[in-house]
């Protein structure tokens, strides 16, 4: 995370953001977790951030604003911001500067995902086997969607603090024969195959296209979501063979995850892919598969699995950010 901030008095509203290769979302936090007025503007149609930034504002009537978060697609190693998946680039100080403001953070989509966890209310989560989760215990959050993000919370003192790293980058690790075959198809085609090779929208289409290979059946060119519908209608049982082996990829990964972190807290699935198919994936693949580590089984059929619904948890962990960027209690951030 990289901040620029003079004086920093309380003051709402704030301008909270989560800022993607194809959209940004907007929002004005008018006092704490009270997210209002969202807007998502697509990111092609303005020339900077700071143009869209403007837009939004003027949308709202200009309100004045002191302090803002903005959570991006990317990493975030110092003043400079060059996109990876937008033409997007600026200076943090200079974006501060020409919108007029005390405080401005900037932060990993996902490690603002991992904070709203920290103020996610139970009716946004819906739990995937595992018993109840260990209070102040490590989480994991992990999220298939455009990428794969990878994150984690570790309890402390000062509250919960969020792990900013690239896990979803890893070699991806074949469990047996069919996806030993599925990973050499990927190796061929691509030289590394990371764990966000599978585990995402273009995962999807990745292992079809393979499994359609090893078949030796004529491929159709089918979006992910073409695929999940496909397989949950009953029309096409190599794209229900792709949804079942995809979740299972992915209870390997989360397992993984759960054992490096010892992720007795529970591990958070986001992102907007599993949401779409909630009703199949709870008995689908993934837990059985989640919990098939050998002598580890039990130990990871303790662990609670969480399914988060909220429809903008970036916005909702960009607000987190910054009211701890500012040093506020609970109680400060309140009055």
Same mark, same amino acid.
């Given at each position: ?33 009270? !997210? ?31 302090? /803002? ?112 075959? !599925? ?11 990371? /764990? ?13 296209? /393979? ?103 970036? !916005? ?20």
């Amino acid at each position: 995370m990289s901040t620029t901030q003079t004086n920093p008095p309380t003051a709402w509203p704030r301008l909270v953001a989560d800022i993607g290769g194809t959209n940004a979302r907007f929002a004005l936090e008018s006092a704490p977790q009270k !997210i209002e007025k969202v807007e998502v503007l697509a990111c092609n149609d303005y020339n900077t951030i700071v143009d869209a930034a403007r837009e939004y504002l003027n949308r709202c009537g200009n309100p004045k604003i002191s302090h /803002a978060a903005i959570a991006i697609a990317n990493p975030i190693l110092g003043d400079w911001v060059q996109m990876t998946n937008h033409h997007w680039a600026f200076s943090i100080e200079t974006t501060r500067q020409a919108l007029g403001l005390e405080t401005l953070i900037l932060l990993n989509d996902f490690t603002a995902q991992a904070l709203a966890i920290t103020k996610m209310p139970k009716e946004d989560l819906i739990q995937i086997g595992g018993s109840q989760a260990v209070e102040n215990a490590p989480k994991a959050v992990i999220g298939p969607g455009t990428g794969l993000g990878v994150s984690g919370l570790i309890h402390s003192k000062a509250g919960w603090v969020p792990l900013a790293g690239e896990g979803g980058h890893v070699s991806f690790s074949p469990f047996d024969d069919a996806e030993m075959l !599925i990973w050499q198809y990927a190796k061929k085609k691509y030289g590394h195959v990371s /764990a966000e090779r599978f585990l995402s929208g273009a995962g999807l289409t990745l292992i079809h296209e /393979a499994l359609a290979y090893r078949e030796g059946v004529k491929r159709d060119k089918l979006s992910p979501s073409e695929i999940s519908e496909r397989a949950l209608s009953g029309t096409s049982p190599l794209c229900r063979l792709t949804l079942d082996i995809f979740c299972a990829m992915l209870g390997t990964v989360s397992s993984n995850l759960a054992l490096t972190l010892g992720a007795s807290g529970g591990v958070y699935l986001c992102g907007g892919i599993i949401p779409r198919f909630i009703n199949y994936f709870k008995s689908s693949p993934f837990r059985n598969r989640f919990e098939s580590k050998g002598r580890f089984d039990a130990y990871l059929a303790a662990i609670p699995v969480y399914v988060v619904l909220s429809e903008y948890p970036g !916005i909702s962990g960009a607000a987190v950010a910054l009211s701890n960027h500012l040093g506020e209690t609970d109680a400060a951030a309140s009055s």
